[in-house]
């Protein structure tokens, strides 16, 4: 296998998927798992921080596989 069939396999859209449900699935335990599964969550002092990591990955998952995909179309 040739260095340009690789790379197509790699960013053939399976990876930013799996990621994305990754994401996903860390936001649905740090945003409604733990506030009803731990009693007095919101006064802890790593909710916060926790819940705004889960609501920011998102956007770093956006940028970062948004900008691998300009950078690749500027490069044709």
Same mark, same amino acid.
């Given at each position: 296998?040739?260095? @340009?069939?690789?790379?197509?396999?790699? /960013?053939? +859209? =399976?990876?930013?998927?799996? *990621?994305? &449900?990754?994401? /996903? %699935?860390?936001?649905? %335990?740090?945003? $409604?798992?733990?506030? /009803?599964? $731990?009693?007095?969550?919101? @006064?802890? +002092?790593?909710?916060?921080? &926790?819940?705004?990591? *889960? /609501? +920011? &990955?998102?956007?770093?998952?956006?940028? %970062?596989? =948004? +900008?691998?995909?300009?950078?690749?179309?500027? @490069? @044709?």
């Amino acid at each position: 296998m040739d260095n @340009k069939e690789l790379s197509n396999m790699e /960013l053939s +859209g =399976g990876t930013a998927f799996y *990621a994305m &449900l990754g994401v /996903l %699935i860390f936001m649905v %335990i740090a945003c $409604i798992v733990c506030p /009803l599964a $731990i009693p007095g969550f919101s @006064k802890q +002092g790593y909710a916060v921080p &926790l819940m705004a990591a *889960a /609501l +920011g &990955l998102p956007f770093v998952h956006f940028f %970062i596989f =948004g +900008g691998m995909e300009i950078v690749r179309s500027r @490069k @044709k």
